[in-house]
């Protein structure tokens, strides 16, 4: 029989060039397969060895080439096709489906047509002048990586200055962009991919800030989500005092210089905001939400959802996960959760969990995202780790997912009273794990919380405050708001 | 200028004036050699087989040895189905480094009733017994038929995503072949993707 495979199934897996095309050899298991339900007429289940001689690549001894069957039913384009999609999870439980599987998983050809998952963890160093970048590997034992892993596609480019990190999203790093030395005026942003080794520049929302005035305190967030959008946003809280001053009646802006000229007993306030900006890769813009500083509060009503940014609270820590395309990040020491959307306009205030133990807990929580859900993870000042999980968004209904005290955590006794002696860096976006520094040796572990597992998957070069940790999951996507690629 | 119905004489012309198609029937043989008759709107929603119509095999029926009628018959109901918003799907279809899946189901034809309406009839054509899933996958991968090959893809997916490896070795006829040692240093390595 004429086989009309072959030019079709090119069309549709262009990239699919290193994986042999379809030979005689397969047209008897197609055909069996479609009579295979049949079974009288099912083909007797090959062995390994059968299996591979019948579908050895065309690249001959077989030697360099994974020798594979992965499915007799099935031929191997529309099993990529099939986990292509299904969750990340479900990809990896199946390497242990067989040989073939885990080959067709790890294939650093397909891998871009899976779902990816925690790929591992960037360190970048904190200190502005020292700017070092490493990466640390968590999948696949064999292979090269494509990831840059210490950034030098972008470091390399002419007209890159400093880069001060600020947040990463689905496989896009954004970094605060400097002048090479010191005084480190701002320029604008950088975006870029690592794994496609593509950047964009985006531009400061303004003139730049003169030296000698207070610097506004700065908190960038990314906001990427491929399989939504090519497209990514910047969201940025800046925070903002003013003092207040009686001037003839009534209280007007003092200005900085000022103080020298302020007379004992003259009434004044400080009051402090927090406006939002965002930028669109899309439109290249900045655009602006500055409440008028007469709209400061001195409370905040917790049902008014911009409540928190006009009494100038500020997002608590670097950590902040996304999820169905918003922010979510703890909001100063109040014990609550933001959620903003790509407009940076708060959606939803979200208590922690608990609010009663809350003094027993070393502030800021950690929020992450894992398995489509929000995460919170709590330290005691007893050192016992608990993550609870969000099980209904509108809801809020927060569940202890697991609890786990310092030593059964660490296998060791704890060295300090009550002071935070590790911290959380990561959740595991597709599974139970956590990633935390121990900060008496610097190793990062991974714990996983439904067998208890500890790993070591590495150690820092620096105390764990110096350092950045930076999950990071891939992206194999070119996106056409990256315009500069190396 | 006046409209012309599809020239009879030349049976592989494509009679596509500014919109207009030919009603022009294909016949579609099985591989257990029964006939089936599509219209060549709806056929030519398998680009192996607008292939062979444009470089004019088609006259004769097409034989698809490796397409029972069973099978068949559902995937010409699906094209026939869909044939009605082929416009916009087919452009895709034919062009392979367009991968953008929006646009397939960007159907600017039809309306949001339609749209329902397919939806239910997608679900429904792959509500079936994993064997036959596993047929319709061939057959539309051997068709190059885009649509009903993601529908089946993701049917088989959203079928395997919660299964054990074990039950995931019956359904694709896989031996294991890892030793003991093997499969337990597999799931140690991936431990974050487990339950347990």
């Given at each position: 029989?004429?086989?009309?495979?072959?030019?079709?199934?090119?069309?549709?897996?262009?990239?699919?060039?290193?994986?042999?095309?379809?030979?005689?050899?397969?047209?008897?298991?197609?055909?069996?397969?479609?009579?295979?339900?049949?079974?009288?007429?099912?083909?007797?289940?090959?062995?390994?060895?059968?299996?591979?001689?019948?579908?050895?690549?065309?690249?001959?001894?077989?030697?360099?080439?994974?020798?594979?069957?992965?499915?007799?039913?099935?031929?191997?384009?529309?099993?990529?096709?099939?986990?292509?999609?299904?969750?990340?999870?479900?990809?990896?439980?199946?390497?242990?489906?067989?040989?073939?599987?885990?080959?067709?998983?790890?294939?650093?050809?397909?891998?871009?047509?899976?779902?990816?998952?925690?790929?591992?963890?960037?360190?970048?160093?904190?200190?502005?002048?020292?700017?070092?970048?490493?990466?640390?590997?968590?999948?696949?034992?064999?292979?090269?990586?494509?990831?840059?892993?210490?950034?030098?596609?972008?470091?390399?480019?002419?007209?890159?200055?400093?880069?001060?990190?600020?947040?990463?999203?689905?496989?896009?790093?954004?970094?605060?962009?400097?002048?090479?030395?010191?005084?480190?005026?701002?320029?604008?942003?950088?975006?870029?991919?690592?794994?496609?080794?593509?950047?964009?520049?985006?531009?400061?929302?303004?003139?730049?800030?003169?030296?000698?005035?207070?610097?506004?305190?700065?908190?960038?967030?990314?906001?990427?989500?491929?399989?939504?959008?090519?497209?990514?946003?910047?969201v940025?809280f800046?925070?903002?005092?003013?003092?207040?001053?009686?001037?003839?009646?009534?209280?007007?802006?003092?200005?900085?210089?000022?103080?020298?000229?302020?007379?004992?007993?003259?009434?004044?306030?400080?009051?402090?905001?927090t406006s939002v900006?965002?930028?669109?890769?899309?439109?290249?813009?900045?655009?602006?939400t500055?409440s008028?500083?007469?709209q400061?509060q001195?409370g905040w009503n917790k049902h008014d959802l911009e409540g928190w940014r006009l009494q100038?609270l500020?997002p608590?820590?670097?950590?902040?996960?996304?999820?169905?395309?918003m922010l979510h990040f703890?909001i100063?020491?109040e014990?609550q959760i933001a959620a903003v959307d790509?407009q940076g306009v708060t959606r939803k205030i979200i208590p922690?969990?608990?609010?009663?133990?809350?003094?027993?807990?070393?502030?800021?929580?950690?929020?992450?995202?894992?398995?489509?859900?929000?995460?919170?993870?709590?330290?005691?000042?007893?050192?016992?780790?608990?993550?609870?999980?969000?099980?209904?968004?509108d809801?809020q209904?927060?569940?202890?997912?697991?609890?786990?005290?310092?030593?059964?955590?660490?296998?060791?006794?704890?060295?300090?009273?009550?002071?935070?002696?590790?911290?959380?860096?990561?959740?595991?976006?597709?599974?139970?794990?956590?990633?935390?520094?121990?900060?008496?040796?610097?190793?990062?572990?991974?714990?996983?919380?439904?067998?208890?597992?500890?790993?070591?998957?590495?150690?820092?070069?620096?105390?764990?405050?110096?350092?950045?940790?930076?999950?990071?999951?891939?992206?194999?996507?070119?996106?056409?708001?990256?315009?500069?690629?190396? | 200028?006046?409209?012309?119905?599809?020239?009879?004489?030349?049976?592989?012309?494509?009679?596509?004036?500014?919109?207009?198609?030919?009603?022009?029937?294909?016949?579609?043989?099985?591989?257990?050699?029964?006939?089936?008759?599509?219209?060549?709107?709806?056929?030519?929603?398998?680009?192996?087989?607008?292939?062979?119509?444009?470089?004019?095999?088609?006259?004769?029926?097409?034989?698809?040895?490796?397409?029972?009628?069973?099978?068949?018959?559902?995937?010409?109901?699906?094209?026939?189905?869909?044939?009605?918003?082929?416009?916009?799907?087919?452009?895709?279809?034919?062009?392979?480094?367009?991968?953008?899946?929006?646009?397939?189901?960007?159907?600017?034809?039809?309306?949001?009733?339609?749209?329902?309406?397919?939806?239910?009839?997608?679900?429904?054509?792959?509500?079936?017994?994993?064997?036959?899933?596993?047929?319709?996958?061939?057959?539309?991968?051997?068709?190059?038929?885009?649509?009903?090959?993601?529908?089946?893809?993701?049917?088989?997916?959203?079928?395997?995503?919660?299964?054990?490896?074990?039950?995931?070795?019956?359904?694709?006829?896989?031996?294991?072949?890892?030793?003991?040692?093997?499969?337990?240093?597999?799931?140690?390595?991936?431990?974050?993707?487990?339950?347990?």
């Amino acid at each position: 029989a004429i086989l009309l495979f072959p030019g079709s199934i090119l069309h549709f897996f262009p990239s699919k060039k290193r994986l042999p095309p379809p030979r005689d050899t397969e047209a008897p298991p197609a055909a069996a397969a479609i009579s295979a339900h049949l079974d009288h007429l099912r083909p007797p289940r090959p062995s390994p060895a059968a299996a591979r001689s019948s579908s050895l690549p065309t690249g001959g001894d077989g030697m360099d080439c994974p020798k594979r069957s992965a499915s007799a039913v099935l031929p191997e384009d529309s099993l990529v096709e099939i986990l292509a999609r299904v969750p990340a999870r479900s990809v990896y439980r199946s390497k242990c489906v067989a040989k073939a599987w885990r080959d067709l998983i790890e294939d650093p050809l397909l891998r871009k047509k899976l779902p990816q998952t925690l790929q591992g963890f960037f360190f970048i160093d904190k200190e502005t002048h020292r700017q070092r970048v490493r990466f640390t590997n968590l999948l696949d034992r064999s292979g090269p990586l494509q990831i840059d892993h210490n950034l030098a596609f972008l470091k390399e480019s002419p007209g890159i200055g400093t880069l001060d990190f600020s947040d990463s999203c689905n496989g896009l790093l954004l970094f605060e962009h400097k002048l090479k030395a010191w005084p480190y005026d701002l320029l604008g942003y950088v975006v870029c991919n690592p794994t496609t080794k593509q950047w964009a520049e985006v531009p400061r929302d303004g003139p730049p800030l003169p030296l000698y005035l207070r610097h506004p305190k700065r908190y960038n967030y990314l906001v990427f989500d491929p399989s939504v959008s090519s497209h990514f946003h910047l969201v940025q809280f800046t925070w903002e005092f003013v003092r207040l001053v009686k001037f003839e009646e009534e209280l007007v802006v003092g200005h900085d210089d000022d103080d020298e000229e302020e007379e004992e007993g003259d009434e004044e306030e400080e009051l402090s905001r927090t406006s939002v900006h965002v930028y669109s890769s899309e439109t290249g813009k900045w655009t602006h939400t500055q409440s008028d500083w007469s709209q400061i509060q001195s409370g905040w009503n917790k049902h008014d959802l911009e409540g928190w940014r006009l009494q100038g609270l500020i997002p608590e820590s670097f950590c902040c996960a996304v999820l169905n395309s918003m922010l979510h990040f703890i909001i100063s020491d109040e014990g609550q959760i933001a959620a903003v959307d790509m407009q940076g306009v708060t959606r939803k205030i979200i208590p922690v969990p608990t609010m009663a133990e809350r003094l027993h807990w070393l502030e800021p929580g950690y929020v992450a995202q894992s398995q489509g859900r929000l995460h919170y993870i709590s330290q005691a000042v007893d050192g016992r780790l608990s993550i609870w999980v969000l099980e209904g968004y509108d809801t809020q209904e927060w569940v202890l997912k697991h609890s786990v005290s310092f030593t059964e955590l660490f296998r060791e006794k704890r060295r300090t009273g009550d002071t935070k002696d590790y911290s959380v860096v990561a959740m595991h976006p597709d599974g139970n794990v956590v990633f935390i520094v121990q900060d008496w040796n610097r190793k990062l572990i991974s714990y996983h919380m439904d067998n208890k597992l500890v790993s070591i998957m590495g150690t820092l070069k620096n105390d764990a405050s110096d350092v950045h940790v930076v999950p990071y999951v891939p992206c194999f996507s070119e996106s056409p708001a990256l315009e500069n690629k190396h | 200028m006046a409209a012309t119905p599809a020239d009879a004489s030349s049976s592989s012309s494509e009679a596509v004036v500014g919109g207009e198609k030919s009603n022009k029937m294909i016949t579609l043989i099985s591989s257990d050699g029964e006939s089936f008759e599509a219209t060549e709107e709806a056929a030519k929603m398998s680009v192996t087989i607008k292939h062979m119509i444009e470089d004019g095999c088609a006259d004769d029926g097409i034989p698809l040895p490796n397409v029972p009628a069973k099978i068949l018959s559902m995937v010409i109901e699906y094209c026939n189905k869909h044939a009605a918003d082929a416009d916009d799907t087919n452009k895709h279809v034919a062009d392979p480094a367009d991968a953008d899946e929006d646009d397939d189901n960007n159907n600017n034809n039809a309306s949001a009733g339609e749209k329902e309406d397919l939806k239910s009839f997608d679900a429904s054509l792959v509500a079936v017994d994993q064997a036959t899933l596993f047929d319709i996958i061939l057959a539309a991968n051997f068709l190059s038929i885009k649509g009903l090959l993601d529908l089946a893809c993701q049917k088989v997916a959203d079928d395997i995503k919660d299964k054990s490896v074990e039950e995931v070795r019956e359904i694709f006829k896989i031996e294991n072949d890892f030793t003991k040692e093997e499969e337990e240093a597999v799931r140690k390595e991936n431990a974050w993707a487990f339950n347990e």
